[in-house]
């Protein structure tokens, strides 16, 4: 699996990462059939199966979750319970710092299923029960008396879903061109036109005030249209090219100082993964299909790989941005090894509690149970429909092992705290830093 098959190209104002991928998606599998006749065993036609179609989308007026009834079995929720670490608490932290957005409460109510106050207490309520219960089957019992659970109709309308991984890499960088850093990614253009509440992309606004699509990929870079606006160099094209499907990176500049830059818009232009084109090509067997592979081939034959880089017309710009919050998903907080979720926001609440029951790879590249709590905190280009999720892995190599093998189905379920308890739950006081205190008391 390759993450460069399907995009994270990046939507709003998320920050991170790469989107590994379903290849398999678009392969077509032939399964052979036996039959025995009169006259003896003969072969027939083997059928053709499409592979599931994972980006299946609703139909309009459609709602992705729908509510477990009161004599459906729950899932193994006390699975998750048992693997619970600190580091569930830190992502809860983080969607509540979330809802304490004024901006978050423009997300909701959601298809109205819940409202932002109920989303709110959702994660509030689930913190505090984490902190109260140290027994299992007390933790349980209280979920089930105050929580209702809602799962994703999947890709089929039978709950299931494609869970893939991503990761957060690290990048040698400069901030002048050079005979080593020369390929350049770029500041957001001043004609760049994007949906305000969603960031998708409109067109290019034009000197006549109407709006045009942007050129391809190889005319934006053979142009020049794009000079002065250089953020820093890379090595390679193919850094600067994984770095627009991460939407994010940490690059460690030749200067010795650290930078870490964002997401800050793209073109309008469609998506075609680098590793799917090298697979229709020949270049590469889907066994062989890794992004290891990729830069290995890169290395041999730049040329080959950058026409291949071209056909992907969807351009990503960035900015600097402060890394205390790296890496930080679309929610703009912080997201969390193996307990944040990346979703399609136009059809999943942001910032809620999830319950994912699918299989993960280690580091012996075996599969393993993967049953936990997580958050809902990020989203990307590739992670669309009801059919499609995409787990984060961490940051770094180790990191990209584990997101580069992740490719298993699976289901998930929100949990919703019911109407009765929601006014016991407030969002607490948001917390003022120093710096804060001192913006405010100046009137900045």
Known sequence: MNLLVEPRCSESTRNISIGFAAFRASILVMSAAWILGAAGCKTEPAPVVAEPNY???????????????????????????????PNLRDAIDQSISWFQKPGSKLCFPFHDVLTHEQAAASVVAFQQLLREHQD?????????????????????RQG????????????????????????????????LVTEPMTGEPQGRRMSDGSLAPWPTRSEILSSGMLKGTELVYLPSALDTYIIQ?????????TDG???????????????????????????????????????????????????FIDRNNCFVFFTQYNGNNWPAGSLGVRVTEKETLATDKKIYPRGGLVFVDTKAINFSNTKESFRRFMLDQDTGGAIVAPGRADIFMGI???????????????????????????????????KTTASTAVRSSSGQ
């Not at 729908?66 to 693997?83: C, F, I, Q, T, Y």
């Open 257 to 307: 100082t650290t930078m870490h830059i964002g997401y800050a818009g793209k073109t309008d232009g469609a998506y075609v993964g680098l590793g799917q084109s090298m697979l229709d090509a020949g270049l590469l067997t889907e066994k062989e299909l890794s992004l290891q592979a990729i830069e290995n081939f890169y290395e041999k034959d730049p040329t080959t790989v950058n026409n």
């Open 160 to 191: 299931t879903v494609l869970f893939t991984g991503y990761y957060s890499p690290i990048f040698k960088a400069s901030l002048t061109a050079d005979s080593t850093f020369k390929y350049p990614l770029f500041k957001r253009p001043a004609d």
């Open 396 to 430: 770094g190599p180790g990191a990209e092992i584990l997101a580069g093998s992740q490719y298993a189905e699976g289901t998930m379920y929100y949990l919703l705290l019911k109407p009765d308890y929601v006014s016991q739950y407030p969002l607490p006081a948001k």
């Open 55 to 85: 980006a299946q989308p609703l139909a309009p007026g459609e709602h992705a979750l729908r509510k477990v009834g009161p004599d459906e079995a729950w899932p193994d929720l006390a699975a998750a319970w048992r693997v619970r670490d």
């Open 136 to 156: 299992e089957t007390a933790f349980m019992g209280a979920v089930h008396q105050m929580f209702d659970l809602w799962q994703t109709k999947g890709y089929d």
């Open 245 to 253: 499907v991460n939407g994010s990176a940490k690059l460690e500049m």
